[in-house]
Structure formats: C-alpha cells, structure tokens
C-alpha cells in the first residue's frame, strides 16, 4: 500500500516484456518495442532480466514459446539467439516432413 505522497505507476517496460515472454504474447512484445530506437530495442532485450537473472529468452525458452524466441531476434536489429534456444522449440519444418 502507497503511504501518503508516493505514487505507483504500475509495471515498467522491463516487467511486461518478461511477463509478454513468459505468456507467448508476441503482440504485445511489438507493440512495446515499435516506438523505440534500435539501440533502446538492443538495451532493453540484451539487459532485462528477472530478479532471478534470467533473460527474455530464457523466460520464453523455459515455457517452450517458440514464437517469443523467435520473435525477439527476427523483429529488430538484434542478434541471433543462442541455438540451446532454437533446440528447445521445434521446427516448424519438422511438421511437414
């Protein structure tokens, strides 16, 4: 509870692109990072990280969020996940053959 004189604004950027990750929602993602500069895009997926030190990718990655995991590196100037990323998500190619 605020006491007198403080003002809560409610979740930072950081909060909701963890939270967007952990639940898959690539919406949301864009919708975050559409108005921002590549190098504010770059700072904010190369450095958010829980408060247990995870990553945006490992929070995708660890619920299986395949189109989170690929939707951070294809969307913006950022680099190419690790491959231990892609290997936890299957490839979509595998359901053709």
Partial sequence: MASQGE????ASIQEILVEACRRNNTDLLHE????KGDDEIAKLLNETTTVMGNHLYHEAA???NCSSCLFLPSSFACPS??????????SPLAAVT
């Fill in 7 to 10: 003002e809560h604004e409610g």
């Fill in 32 to 35: 975050l990072l559409e108005d």
């Fill in 62 to 64: 660890s619920r299986g």
């Fill in 81 to 90: 996940p690790p491959p231990l990323h892609l290997l936890l998500c299957p």
